[in-house]
């Protein structure tokens, strides 16, 4: 199952630096002029979770996966995009593909970079993505509106609510507000999907800070976390030239700079974990001698869904699932321990999973 996190900001604000990071690999370019980024470069990335491997040694797992987040580095976004202007069009085209946005803002100081607005003011950049984002959706929309009430005068009924969902959104963003904020019903949420809208997808900023700023942030971010707080969204303060130099080192050279800098973890570790937090993702695992794996599945996925994301087929025959807690099988020392003590459980169709669960399922061919 794919979960995908766009990487958007204004140019030059260090966004593909970040991705390069990211990724570990040089797939973008991070050059000093717009636009440098020309076709969205995608990279997969291992979710941190400590857990995995704990349980990964307890089994003595031959083989350990780890989940995978997906993040897309999309061409940087001026004023105007919505027009089209710069690689407007093509932004947003790939921008409406992921699940979830993050707005990477310039939260430094640098006289050698330059603003493609002239100033640094991150406030004002996550604006400028904003509106423009919300410009493209309000575009959309009224497209949209035009089809649908020719399908009304045509006599078709479903358009009817769909027309009547478009004119509440459309209200909210002539309005200034983003369709994230829009209520939706429980009947209206196939056709809420249906909208592809940008602005309804969730928003995390990430603050891009200068060397010293890592371990605590600084003014900038200080705003960008504010601004984050009142959307009820999140953010996070990374030095993307850090994480740069992070990317290149060894497990042992890679936790003596972190001392010397004075950091607990690599930003891009909790950059990762919030995005997978951000998108309401939980994770399962499965364990044995051959491999220890964690799923991601979305939280309040049924057993069945979850076996789901292992193949069709366990969805389609699920019988039951043993299920173990994390904290249950690391307490005991594993599998048979935790049989042996009765903390081992057979769920059936309605178990909704728990993050951390240790699963093992039944089903028919």
Same mark, same amino acid.
């Given at each position: 199952?794919?979960?995908?996190? @766009?990487? &958007? ?24 002029? +717009? ?12 979710? +941190? ?23 897309? /580095? ?27 946005? $993050? ?7 640098? @006289?050698?970079?330059?603003? &493609? ?27 949209? %509106? ?18 009547? %969902? ?8 002539? /309005? ?26 969730? &928003?995390?900023?990430?603050?891009? &800070? ?6 605590? @942030? ?51 570790? *909790? ?26 599945? +979305? ?17 389609? @025959? ?22 042996? $003590?009765?903390?081992? *459980? ?20």
């Amino acid at each position: 199952m794919g979960f995908k996190t @766009g990487i &958007v900001g204004l140019p030059n604000v260090g966004k593909s630096t970040l991705f390069n990071a990211l990724t570990r690999t040089a797939a973008a370019q991070a050059a000093n002029f +717009p636009f440098c980024t020309i076709e969205p470069n995608v990279g997969e990335v291992s979710v +941190p979770d400590t857990r995995l491997d704990t349980i990964a040694g307890i089994a003595g797992s031959a083989k350990v996966i780890p989940a995978r987040m997906t993040f897309v /580095d999309i061409a940087g976004l001026v004023k105007g995009a919505s027009k089209g202007e710069g690689l407007g069009n093509q932004f947003l085209a790939n921008i409406r593909e992921v699940d979830a946005i $993050a707005h990477v803002l310039r939260c430094f100081e640098d @006289g050698d970079v330059t603003h &493609v607005e002239g100033r640094v003011d991150p406030i004002a950049d996550a604006e400028i993505i904003e509106t423009e984002l919300m410009l493209a959706d309000l575009d959309s929309i009224e497209k949209r %509106l035009v089809n649908t009430n020719k399908r009304i005068r045509g006599g078709d009924k479903d358009a009817a609510q769909e027309a009547a %969902l478009m004119e509440k959104v459309k209200v909210l963003l002539e /309005d200034g507000r983003p369709a994230r904020e829009m209520t939706v019903e429980d009947d209206e949420r196939r056709a809420w999907k249906m909208l592809q809208l940008i602005t309804s997808k969730p &928003v995390l900023f990430v603050c891009n &800070v200068d060397e010293d700023s890592a371990a605590a @942030g600084n003014e900038y971010s200080a705003r960008v976390a504010e601004m984050a707080a009142a959307q009820g969204a999140s953010s996070v303060v990374i030095s993307a030239a850090i994480e740069a130099e992070i990317s290149q080192l060894g497990d042992e050279d890679r936790t003596a700079f972190l001392e010397e800098m004075s950091l607990d973890e690599p930003g891009l570790d *909790r950059l990762i974990r919030t995005g997978y937090q951000m998108l309401d993702l939980i994770t399962y695992f499965t364990c044995g001698p051959k491999e220890a794996r964690a799923w991601t599945i +979305p939280a309040g996925f049924k057993a069945p869904q979850a076996a789901g994301a292992i193949h069709t087929d366990f969805e389609k @025959g699920f019988i039951r699932s043993e299920t173990i807690a994390h904290a249950d099988y690391v307490e005991v020392g594993g599998e048979q321990a935790a049989k042996d $003590a009765g903390k081992m *459980r057979l769920e059936g169709k309605d178990y909704t999973v728990i993050d951390g669960d240790i699963m093992h399922f039944r089903f028919a061919n």
